[in-house]
Structure formats: structure tokens, C-alpha cells
């Protein structure tokens, strides 16, 4: 139990250290640029107007936050952006019968007359891959990359390079699937300017304020470019199944971080955090049933082996018996629960912990 209660306390002081470095490495502006790109990426438009009204607040003007949006367009598609767009120019409205005076900042300066975007746009590209880049396989999409996105978008001078690719890869974190691409542009960040430190601090603000597995991604990508020291973890989607808050009532008798959402019906959803389990315990005059709908855990029973649980799993447990559930060490887990066949003076028995040993073993 001693070396459980140091580790929590070793992971509690990282989480906080990240979030210190988060503050300390990445201005709030920036801060702002990262989370309304990844929110556009998602679609999520009430999390972007929550985030932009914060960005908003926090310094960043009006003429960034529209060319963010505006960029995306080219990794996203128009219809997130048109749609990102769409609400933070209701949420400017909606500021401007408040009261509140944003600043609106300074727009782009008007290219020269004999200004040449293919040209600029090479130009950019060479700097941003580190060496010549020429899309032989497609010319047409070679042309528009240059002269249109490194061409035309990057020249526009009211965010710099740095500021756009901290726009693109909090963008490319959240879209699933384009890894390579996301790897790509954190080398790319890199030759634009933005420092490895900035680079670092993007997934904790990325988990904090966007999502698990958009932060997850980030951590991937800085592991393949830094080099730096990542376990790969299982995340689950709380939009399908929400997290809740967090179990404080039942927390002395978990190791680890629980939450807990109440359903219709007397079901309960515990979304488990990688390596939090519940203590040994026994249901009394009551049989319990776990239906694991996300990521991946354990079930076991006293004196028998675990038994994984993935969804689509079903446990019934059986009255009176000792067991224990929770998280693997390198997933996110959730299980819907609820009792039946409850008779009267039914209760819950909560026993000793289940130690690193024993749950060791079942990893």
C-alpha cells in the first residue's frame, strides 16, 4: 500500500509539473491558437465557442483567431472551418450586445503587385520539410500546396509561421487517422520555430481542454520526432459514454482515479483511469452484473484467474463472492453496472486493497 500511495503521489506531482510547464512554456495566446484548431478539427462547436470566448479573453484578437480557421480549411475541409467561422462570428455578435470590446487586431498586409506565390510557396515548404518537397505522384496537389497553401495562406502576415503550425498540429491531433501527418508537421513545428518545450507542454492543455485521445496522438508523434519516453495508452471517447465526475464518495476504497456518471434505471457507468482498480470487495444478498463498453480491464475473483474485460463483455457476479474490477495499466476503462435479484439487507462489503502484486500478475 506504501509504494501504491508513492507512486499516486510521483504521478499526481508529474500531472502537476506539466501543467506548470504548460503555463510557463505557452504564451496564453498561443494557448488559445491550439485549443479553438483542435476543437474545429473535432467539429465541436460548443467546446470552440467556449474556447475562443477564453482565447478571446485571454489577448488573442479577432484578426488571429478568423485566420486560424481560415488556414484550416486546407487540413480540415471548409465544412469545419465554414462551421468554426459560423460560430465565432455568432459569439462575437453575442460579445458585442454584452458590452465586451474585443480587439480586433491588425489584419494581414497586401502582397506586392509582382509578388510570386509558387515561388514564396517553394520556399516555405523547403523550410518547413528540412529539403526540397516536390509531389511528383500528383502535380496538381504539388502546385496547390505551394502556391495556395505555403503560397498564398502563409504569406498572409498576421500569424506567423510558428503560429501556424501550433494551429496545424493541434488541428491534425485531433483528426484520427493521420498520424503520418501529424508526425510531419511536429518536425515541421520544429523548423518553423516553435520551440521542443512548446511542443511538450501541447498535450497536457490538449488532455485538459480537448480530450484524451487527441493528447494521446501529440504524445505519439513528440515520441517518434524527440524521442521522448511514451507509453502508448488505450483512451476511450466520453462522448459515447460520458466520464462523470469524480467518484469522491467511494475513492478510499480505489487505487487510482474513478469517475462516475449516473444512467436511467439504476445503471451507473465508472470510467476507470489506466491502472485504477477497486479493492477487494463482496456484494451480500445481491448479484452484481459489469457490461465493459470501453477500452480494456480486469475482473477477478478470489482464488481464480482474471478475466479480461473488453466491450462487449458481461459479468455476473455472484453473490457473496470476493472480487475486484478495473483499468489495465495502459487503458482507460468503462463498465455500465447495476445490481438484481436484490434482497432485503443487501450491502456491499469493501475489503484490503488490491496490491501492485497482485495486480501485477494480471497485466
Not at 467546446?47 to 483567431?65: C, W
Not at 487540413?75 to 465565432?88: E, K
Not at 523550410?127 to 502535380?139: A, R
Not at 498564398?152 to 509561421?161: K, V
Amino acid at each position: 500500500m506504501k509504494k501504491t500511495i508513492i507512486s499516486a503521489a510521483i504521478l499526481l506531482s508529474g500531472i502537476f509539473l506539466n501543467a506548470q510547464n504548460m503555463d510557463n512554456v505557452l504564451s496564453s495566446r498561443r494557448q488559445g491558437l491550439a485549443i479553438i484548431a483542435a476543437m474545429e478539427a473535432k467539429g465541436d462547436q460548443a467546446g470552440l465557442e467556449k474556447a475562443a470566448a477564453e482565447a478571446l479573453d485571454n489577448g488573442l484578437t479577432v484578426s488571429e483567431a478568423k485566420e486560424a480557421l481560415s488556414q484550416l480549411y486546407a487540413y480540415t475541409g471548409f465544412p469545419r472551418s465554414l462551421n468554426a467561422l459560423g460560430t465565432l462570428q455568432k459569439l462575437l455578435q453575442q460579445r458585442q450586445e454584452a458590452g465586451i470590446a474585443d480587439n480586433l487586431g491588425k489584419d494581414a498586409d497586401p502582397l506586392p503587385a509582382d509578388y510570386d506565390a509558387l515561388k514564396q510557396g517553394t520556399d516555405v515548404q523547403t523550410k518547413l520539410s528540412g529539403q526540397p518537397f516536390n509531389y511528383s505522384f500528383v502535380p496538381a496537389t504539388d502546385y496547390y500546396l505551394k502556391a495556395h497553401l505555403f503560397g498564398d495562406i502563409f504569406a498572409r502576415n498576421n500569424l506567423s509561421f510558428a503560429d501556424r503550425e501550433i494551429v496545424t498540429v493541434s488541428a491534425i491531433s485531433a483528426l484520427p487517422g493521420c498520424e503520418p501527418q501529424l508526425v510531419a508537421h511536429v518536425s515541421g513545428a520544429r523548423n518553423m520555430g516553435v520551440s521542443d518545450e512548446e511542443l511538450r507542454a501541447l498535450p497536457a492543455l490538449l488532455e485538459a481542454k480537448v480530450g484524451l485521445a487527441e493528447a494521446e496522438r501529440l504524445r505519439k508523434a513528440l515520441n517518434e520526432v524527440l524521442g521522448d519516453d511514451h507509453t502508448p495508452v488505450q483512451t476511450v471517447d466520453f462522448s459515447v459514454w460520458p466520464k462523470g465526475e469524480p467518484n469522491s464518495a467511494y475513492a478510499q476504497f480505489f487505487t487510482g482515479n474513478s469517475y462516475l456518471a449516473q444512467m436511467d434505471g439504476g445503471v451507473a457507468n465508472v470510467t476507470f483511469e489506466p491502472g485504477c482498480r477497486n479493492n477487494w470487495h463482496i456484494h451480500h444478498k445481491q448479484v452484481q452484473v459489469l457490461i465493459c463498453v470501453a477500452g480494456r480491464g480486469w475482473y477477478q475473483e478470489w482464488g481464480k484467474p482474471a478475466v479480461q474485460l473488453v466491450p462487449g463483455t458481461i459479468i455476473e457476479i455472484p453473490e457473496g463472492a470476493k472480487h475486484w474490477h478495473g483499468a489495465a495499466a495502459d487503458s482507460w476503462m468503462q463498465h455500465l453496472t447495476f445490481h438484481k435479484d436484490v434482497q432485503e439487507g443487501a450491502s456491499n462489503e469493501w475489503l484490503e486493497p488490491v496490491n501492485d502484486e497482485q495486480y501485477q500478475k494480471v497485466r
